[in-house]
């Protein structure tokens, strides 16, 4: 039995797929794809999230970086007087928001 089927330097193809072949079918399968997203992106968009709301969340997390760095607002060093201020500054965002809120059941 021998070593190799072809002699080294030897395609068993020889006239193989032309060079540039993969990377032009990849370039028209985007321009296609771009196409069709200037027509439909915003519409499709809108249809997956509220027809696969599990769908449009993988693709919203697929696209955030994996190593995503994210800095928590330490209240540590804040004054009394400080925290006091950004309590009743979100207090009347949300009696704002939700005017109906009854502050004796929550």
Do not use: C
């Not at 968009?45 to 509220?50: A, F, K």
């Not at 697929?62 to 009394?80: F, M, Q, Y």
């Amino acid at each position: 039995m021998t070593d190799h089927l072809f002699r080294p330097g030897k395609s068993g193809n020889p006239t193989g797929r032309p060079k540039g072949a993969r990377n032009k079918l990849g370039e028209e399968f985007v321009a296609d794809l771009y196409a069709d997203w200037l027509e439909h992106g915003r519409d499709a968009i809108t249809r997956v999230r509220e027809t696969k709301p599990e769908q449009y969340l993988k693709v919203i997390a697929s696209l955030i970086p994996k190593d995503i760095n994210v800095t928590v607002d330490s209240l540590e060093g804040w004054t009394d007087a400080q925290l006091i201020t950004r309590i009743r500054q979100l207090d009347a965002v949300i009696r704002e928001a939700y005017p109906d809120i009854d502050e004796t059941t929550h």
